[in-house]
């Protein structure tokens, strides 16, 4: 019964086997045929029903994988691909990745390659493209292949490959044979290779996808190759077919063939009308144009588009520029931009030219800063030794060496040169007079007694030399070398020219100041008197005075009294400044003659008509010292007395009440005289006039028999020890005979012992002045100084104003102004010298000025201004100072009233800043216009170097303002090339970087406001 069971269950197995087996075998050709149908869907390119019938085959026959799954696997992916779908790059990856060893590979990636360059990932596509074995890709799809290799080669930059591969197609049947006709041509173009380019492309005009861009390219060879008539036959088509950007090239280039052409008039309509369409870079040819049609005005805005480049095209429009503006008569703009176009290396004949004419132009007009025009010019005929204009341009330098006046510059380059012909020797002699005359003008002899010399060296022209000779013996004078003095002077009269010498009358009178200096009086009476017979009526009448008190003093020396008289009273006649002085000098020479009623009324009557006079004081002191000497006591008395009361300071205060004392003892007055020599004891202790006055007491004591008296008077009421009295006045008069013996050392010495064993003696006062005028002559200047000091703070004496003086000096000198400055406060309230007076207050005026006191340096200016015997330079010194001081009190049109007086001073550095300071205040008050005339005028005659500086960056500013940053710039380049001094230099490096920055700035606003991108037509050559 078992058995029977195993059997029935083993025969149903084996029944469900063989169904199963007819099942599987029908169910796998079924789904053959599905992939049979999947492949036909896609080689009918019905390639979305063909991906997902390959898709469904997959799924049927999972797990299984046999050749026809991975078939199926690599022609879904390949769909996806030619979908476009977004999975495409993914399913090639991942068959590439599954099967790495497919038949499929090869064309794997092709297609990936495919996929990465309809993405344009021309890179990637390159790199999978290279892993394709072209010998095994299938059959229709090399053209596309080698098409897309090439293309892939040629937007990665490997133009030579490409065109391997654009070649093999190019002149084929397939459908990529004219894209890579199109590309190779292209290349070609790229190449500059035209002539084979142009027939590529003329093969493409019949071509409905390239006929539309080729005949741009065909345009623009022709334009290359110079084929200008045919450019011009195509134009007007091409440019009535074309978008606007495409126009306006076309448009363009005509234009440039009608400027080669010369046709300007047309050449311009066509640069205008592509301008109109899109922003071209035409700027210079249609300023040329303009230029070439002399339509100046119009010219300038294009020319000016280049003036911030630095290339060949901006040296020529900077040229043509300054040429227009020439034209226009703007020979200012047009010098600044020869020397821009100068300055570039591009076009050395334009470099030349350019030169040539910055330098003519610098000569005609002036006022180039530093003597550029004649750096320029020697630096012209250095670059240029063989330029035809040589003779010219040595002419001119040579007028330009003379003319300027920045001589201390001038000189430096005139004395580079090797060799100079006559005329430049003729400059030469003239600049260095002149800047030696600068420097004497500032004071500085030294210097300027070594270019008067140089002058005389040179000898190239006799008046120059004769104004040489004078001006040096001028400059040795003032040096107080008197003997050098005479000798230059006297060669000056032997010159030949000296006759016609503008100093000719001044030489005279130094002459016999040089010759009464030296005691040479009867000579210098011959020279003043010289002086006076050929002055004109624009001699100035204080000089004509002056040289008469000269003579008089002449004749006075020499004891010819009433030749003296005479020429004191041509003075007194011509009521001069000095005619109190010629008042005094003709008393004395009747004090000489004995006519002492004479000398009284003579003194009288000076008092009466200059009661002011620095003079009054001595004139009332010589009066009661004439009635003393006339026995006259009384008169003598009221005299002294009237003298104390009114000048109780002045230095001969104490002589007046020795002499008063005297007269009370001579006419029994004792208690009077002792009242009054007291006086001299008392307040001025240590003086000659303080050791009489002791003696005539000790008199007055003895005759009334009270020695005890006197002694006791002397030890309680006077600094004196009578014990000592012989051993001081020994040890001074030995001290005093070094002093004056010259012996300086043995006198400091004995001065300093006498000082040390008598600090209060008889003589202290005295003694104190002599050792500092021995220190003072040793060039010891700071041991004089507290010895000076010590004098001043005693009594008057006739040491107090050289103590005063020289502590002042010593002071200013050691830039001590503060200490200067009391002093020399001290100085101007008891100096009776007017040369004293004098000093005093230019040195207050100076140290309060350097102390930052501006209101009391006005104050200090007026008071030197008002003074009569004031020089010409110290006039100058003082208006400066006051006209600065108000500027800097922020008075500014009281400072510019002021400043204007100074704009032809000799002194260059005041000259610069009053004509700067007037400039400035224009600028300020916004009026550009005064401001540019007054800096034109300030230029055209530079004075200092640095005021003109300043007074070019200024200029600068109102070039800018004006929107003329070209000269702005050039200004301040000239500063930055020339002008000596790291300040400026600095400032003006400063603004024209901002000047820079601020164009750079509109130029990039301007560029992004105006700029349009010009959109290239996309050729499809991806033909699928």
Same mark, same amino acid.
């Given at each position: 019964?078992?058995?029977?069971?195993?059997?029935?269950?083993?025969?149903?197995?084996?029944?469900?086997?063989?169904?199963?087996?007819?099942?599987?075998?029908?169910?796998?050709?079924?789904?053959?045929?599905?992939?049979?149908?999947?492949?036909?869907?896609?080689?009918?390119?019905?390639?979305?029903?063909?991906?997902?019938?390959?898709?469904?085959?997959?799924?049927?026959?999972?797990?299984?994988?046999?050749?026809?799954?991975?078939?199926?696997?690599?022609?879904?992916?390949?769909?996806?691909?030619?979908?476009?779908?977004?999975?495409?790059?993914?399913?090639?990856?991942?068959?590439?990745?599954?099967?790495?060893?497919?038949?499929?590979?090869?064309?794997?990636?092709?297609?990936?390659?495919?996929?990465?360059?309809?993405?344009?990932?021309?890179?990637?596509?390159?790199?999978?493209?290279?892993?394709?074995?072209?010998?095994?890709?299938? $059959?229709?799809?090399?053209?596309?292949?080698?098409?897309?290799?090439?293309?892939?080669?040629?937007?990665?930059?490997?133009?030579?490959?490409?065109?391997?591969?654009?070649?093999?197609?190019?002149?084929?049947?397939?459908?990529?044979?004219?894209?890579?006709?199109?590309?190779?041509?292209?290349?070609?173009?790229?190449?500059?290779?035209?002539?084979?380019?142009?027939?590529?492309?003329?093969?493409?005009?019949?071509?409905?996808?390239?006929?539309?861009?080729?005949?741009?390219?065909?345009?623009?060879?022709?334009?290359?190759?110079?084929?200008?008539?045919?450019? !011009?036959?195509?134009?007007?088509?091409?440019?009535?077919?074309?978008?606007?950007?495409?126009?306006?090239?076309?448009?363009?280039?005509?234009?440039?063939?009608?400027?080669?052409?010369?046709?300007?008039?047309?050449?311009?309509? #066509?640069?205008?009308?592509?301008?109109?369409?899109?922003?071209?870079?035409?700027?210079?040819?249609?300023?040329?144009?303009?230029?070439?049609?002399?339509?100046?005005?119009?010219?300038?805005?294009?020319?000016?588009?280049?003036?911030?480049?630095?290339?060949?095209?901006?040296?020529?429009?900077?040229?043509?520029? %300054?040429?227009?503006?020439?034209?226009?008569?703007?020979?200012?703009?047009?010098?600044?931009?020869?020397?821009?176009?100068?300055?570039?290396?591009?076009?050395?004949?334009?470099?030349?030219?350019?030169?040539?004419?910055?330098?003519?132009?610098?000569?005609?007009?002036?006022?180039?800063?530093?003597?550029?025009?004649?750096?320029?010019?020697?630096?012209?005929?250095?670059?240029?030794?063989?330029?035809?204009?040589?003779?010219?341009?040595?002419?001119?330098?040579?007028?330009?060496?003379?003319?300027?006046?920045?001589?201390?510059?001038?000189?430096?380059?005139?004395?580079?040169?090797?060799?100079?012909?006559?005329?430049?020797?003729?400059? #030469?002699?003239?600049?260095?007079?002149?800047?030696?005359?600068?420097?004497?003008?500032?004071?500085?002899?030294?210097?300027?007694?070594?270019?008067?010399?140089?002058?005389?060296?040179?000898?190239?022209?006799?008046?120059?030399?004769?104004?040489?000779?004078?001006?040096?013996?001028?400059?040795?004078?003032?040096?107080?070398?008197?003997?050098?003095?005479?000798?230059?002077?006297?060669?000056?009269?032997?010159?030949?020219?000296?006759?016609?010498?503008?100093?000719?009358?001044?030489?005279?009178?130094?002459?016999? /100041?040089?010759?009464?200096?030296?005691?040479?009086?009867?000579?210098?009476?011959?020279?003043?008197?010289?002086?006076?017979?050929?002055?004109?009526?624009?001699?100035?009448?204080?000089?004509?005075?002056?040289?008469?008190?000269?003579?008089?003093?002449?004749?006075?020396?020499?004891?010819?009294?009433?030749?003296?008289?005479?020429?004191?009273?041509?003075?007194?006649?011509?009521?001069?400044?000095?005619?109190?002085?010629?008042?005094?000098?003709?008393?004395?020479?009747?004090?000489?003659?004995?006519?002492?009623?004479?000398?009284?009324?003579?003194?009288?009557?000076?008092?009466?008509?200059?009661?002011?006079?620095?003079?009054?004081?001595?004139?009332?002191?010589?009066?009661?010292?004439?009635?003393?000497?006339?026995?006259?006591?009384?008169?003598?008395?009221?005299?002294?007395?009237?003298?104390?009361?009114?000048?109780?300071?002045?230095?001969?205060?104490?002589?007046?009440?020795?002499?008063?004392?005297?007269?009370?003892?001579?006419?029994?007055?004792?208690?009077?005289?002792?009242?009054?020599?007291?006086?001299?004891?008392?307040?001025?202790?240590?003086?000659?006039?303080?050791?009489?006055?002791?003696?005539?007491?000790?008199?007055?004591?003895?005759?009334?028999?009270?020695?005890?008296?006197?002694?006791?008077?002397?030890?309680?009421?006077?600094?004196?020890?009578?014990?000592?009295?012989?051993?001081?006045?020994?040890?001074?008069?030995?001290?005093?005979?070094?002093?004056?013996?010259?012996?300086?050392?043995?006198?400091?010495?004995?001065?300093?012992?006498?000082?040390?064993?008598?600090?209060?003696?008889?003589?202290?006062?005295?003694?104190?002045?002599?050792?500092?005028?021995?220190?003072?002559?040793?060039?010891?200047?700071?041991?004089?100084?507290?010895?000076?000091?010590?004098?001043?703070?005693?009594?008057?004496?006739?040491?107090?104003?050289?103590?005063?003086?020289?502590?002042?000096?010593?002071?200013?000198?050691?830039?001590? /102004? @503060?200490?200067?400055?009391?002093?020399?406060?001290?100085?101007?309230?008891?100096?009776?010298?007017?040369?004293?007076?004098?000093?005093?207050?230019?040195?207050?005026?100076?140290?309060?000025?350097?102390?930052?006191?501006?209101?009391?340096?006005?104050?200090?200016?007026?008071?030197?201004?008002?003074?009569?015997?004031?020089? %010409?330079?110290?006039?100058?010194?003082?208006?400066?100072?006051?006209?600065?001081?108000? #500027?800097?009190?922020?008075?500014?049109?009281?400072?510019?009233?002021?400043?204007?007086?100074?704009?032809?001073?000799?002194?260059?550095? $005041?000259?610069?800043?009053?004509?700067?300071?007037?400039?400035?205040?224009?600028?300020?008050?916004?009026?550009?216009?005064?401001?540019?005339?007054? !800096?034109?005028?300030?230029?055209?005659?530079?004075?200092?170097?640095?005021?003109?500086?300043?007074?070019?960056?200024?200029?600068?500013?109102?070039?800018?303002?004006?929107?003329?940053?070209?000269?702005?710039?050039?200004?301040?380049?000239?500063?930055?090339?020339?002008?000596?001094?790291?300040?400026?230099?600095?400032?003006?490096?400063?603004?024209?970087?901002?000047?820079?920055?601020?164009?750079?700035?509109?130029?990039?606003?301007?560029?992004? @406001?105006?700029?349009?991108?010009?959109?290239?037509?996309?050729?499809?050559?991806?033909?699928?």
């Amino acid at each position: 019964m078992q058995n029977t069971k195993f059997h029935i269950v083993a025969l149903c197995a084996i029944l469900l086997a063989q169904v199963a087996v007819g099942q599987s075998s029908q169910s796998l050709d079924a789904q053959r045929a599905e992939f049979r149908r999947a492949k036909d869907l896609f080689e009918k390119e019905k390639y979305s029903s063909a991906q997902h019938a390959f898709e469904k085959y997959i799924d049927s026959r999972k797990p299984q994988d046999d050749g026809e799954v991975e078939s199926a696997y690599f022609y879904s992916a390949v769909c996806a691909q030619l979908l476009t779908n977004d999975d495409a790059r993914v399913k090639l990856e991942d068959f590439i990745r599954r099967y790495p060893q497919s038949a499929h590979i090869n064309m794997a990636h092709l297609f990936l390659g495919n996929y990465y360059y309809s993405a344009r990932d021309y890179k990637q596509a390159l790199a999978e493209y290279r892993l394709v074995d072209d010998s095994q890709i299938e $059959y229709g799809y090399r053209s596309e292949y080698e098409f897309k290799m090439g293309y892939c080669l040629f937007q990665n930059g490997d133009t030579k490959n490409a065109k391997s591969y654009f070649a093999r197609l190019m002149n084929g049947k397939s459908k990529y044979a004219n894209s890579a006709l199109y590309y190779y041509a292209h290349i070609q173009y790229e190449e500059e290779n035209y002539d084979l380019a142009l027939s590529n492309f003329q093969k493409l005009q019949s071509d409905k996808k390239f006929a539309k861009i080729v005949p741009y390219y065909i345009a623009q060879i022709y334009y290359f190759l110079d084929k200008d008539d045919e450019l !011009i036959k195509m134009a007007p088509e091409l440019i009535e077919k074309s978008s606007d950007a495409r126009k306006a090239e076309i448009q363009q280039m005509v234009g440039e063939v009608c400027y080669r052409k010369g046709e300007y008039a047309e050449a311009l309509k #066509y640069y205008k009308l592509a301008n109109d369409v899109a922003q071209q870079n035409n700027y210079y040819q249609m300023g040329f144009c303009h230029y070439q049609l002399k339509q100046y005005e119009k010219a300038v805005p294009y020319f000016e588009h280049y003036t911030t480049e630095n290339d060949s095209v901006a040296q020529n429009a900077l040229y043509h520029l %300054a040429d227009v503006y020439l034209k226009m008569g703007k020979k200012n703009e047009a010098r600044s931009l020869f020397r821009q176009s100068a300055d570039m290396q591009f076009n050395e004949k334009i470099k030349e030219d350019a030169l040539y004419n910055y330098a003519k132009l610098s000569c005609e007009i002036g006022g180039a800063p530093y003597n550029e025009s004649i750096l320029m010019l020697q630096n012209y005929l250095k670059q240029y030794p063989n330029t035809p204009h040589k003779d010219e341009i040595s002419e001119i330098l040579t007028s330009l060496y003379f003319s300027t006046r920045n001589y201390r510059n001038a000189l430096e380059l005139i004395e580079k040169l090797p060799n100079k012909t006559h005329s430049l020797n003729q400059a #030469y002699q003239r600049i260095a007079l002149n800047r030696g005359i600068e420097l004497f003008n500032e004071n500085n002899l030294t210097d300027a007694i070594a270019l008067f010399t140089k002058a005389i060296n040179i000898n190239a022209l006799a008046k120059t030399t004769s104004d040489a000779y004078y001006l040096r013996g001028e400059s040795h004078y003032r040096k107080k070398q008197y003997n050098t003095a005479k000798k230059d002077l006297d060669k000056f009269f032997v010159t030949s020219a000296a006759d016609k010498s503008d100093y000719y009358k001044q030489a005279a009178y130094t002459l016999g /100041y040089a010759n009464y200096k030296l005691k040479n009086y009867s000579t210098s009476i011959d020279n003043m008197k010289s002086f006076i017979n050929v002055a004109d009526k624009s001699a100035d009448k204080r000089q004509i005075d002056d040289a008469n008190n000269r003579i008089g003093d002449g004749f006075y020396v020499q004891k010819q009294f009433d030749n003296a008289i005479t020429y004191y009273n041509k003075v007194i006649n011509n009521r001069g400044v000095d005619a109190d002085y010629a008042y005094y000098q003709k008393a004395m020479s009747y004090s000489a003659l004995c006519k002492y009623d004479e000398k009284i009324n003579t003194l009288k009557t000076l008092l009466k008509s200059y009661p002011g006079s620095d003079l009054a004081p001595s004139a009332s002191f010589e009066i009661a010292s004439t009635y003393l000497l006339n026995d006259d006591n009384e008169n003598a008395l009221t005299a002294y007395q009237s003298f104390l009361a009114n000048y109780p300071k002045s230095a001969y205060a104490k002589e007046a009440l020795l002499k008063t004392g005297i007269i009370y003892y001579n006419t029994q007055r004792e208690t009077e005289a002792l009242a009054t020599l007291d006086q001299v004891l008392k307040n001025y202790p240590g003086t000659a006039e303080s050791r009489d006055a002791l003696l005539v007491v000790k008199n007055i004591y003895s005759d009334q028999g009270r020695i005890n008296d006197y002694i006791d008077y002397v030890q309680n009421s006077t600094n004196v020890v009578i014990s000592n009295a012989s051993q001081d006045s020994m040890t001074f008069i030995a001290a005093e005979n070094f002093y004056f013996g010259d012996e300086k050392e043995k006198a400091i010495t004995g001065l300093q012992n006498y000082l040390k064993r008598f600090p209060r003696g008889l003589f202290a006062l005295t003694a104190h002045y002599y050792l500092a005028d021995c220190y003072d002559r040793s060039d010891k200047a700071n041991e004089a100084l507290p010895h000076y000091e010590y004098v001043a703070k005693q009594a008057k004496s006739q040491y107090t104003e050289t103590a005063l003086l020289r502590s002042a000096q010593i002071s200013y000198n050691e830039k001590k /102004y @503060d200490e200067s400055n009391k002093f020399f406060g001290q100085l101007a309230k008891t100096a009776e010298s007017g040369s004293n007076i004098q000093q005093a207050k230019i040195g207050l005026l100076r140290t309060y000025f350097l102390l930052g006191d501006y209101e009391n340096t006005v104050k200090a200016a007026n008071a030197v201004l008002s003074y009569e015997k004031i020089t %010409a330079q110290e006039t100058e010194e003082a208006t400066y100072y006051k006209a600065r001081s108000l #500027y800097n009190l922020k008075r500014y049109d009281e400072a510019i009233a002021v400043y204007r007086t100074l704009q032809s001073a000799d002194n260059g550095d $005041y000259a610069g800043e009053a004509n700067y300071r007037e400039a400035e205040l224009y600028f300020n008050n916004k009026d550009f216009v005064s401001a540019e005339n007054a !800096i034109e005028e300030a230029t055209s005659n530079p004075r200092s170097d640095y005021w003109s500086a300043k007074t070019f960056i200024l200029w600068a500013e109102i070039f800018y303002i004006n929107g003329n940053t070209l000269q702005a710039k050039q200004t301040l380049q000239s500063i930055i090339d020339n002008y000596d001094g790291d300040d400026l230099v600095q400032e003006a490096t400063q603004r024209r970087n901002e000047i820079i920055q601020d164009e750079n700035a509109i130029k990039a606003q301007a560029e992004a @406001d105006s700029k349009a991108e010009k959109e290239l037509e996309e050729i499809n050559v991806d033909e699928n």
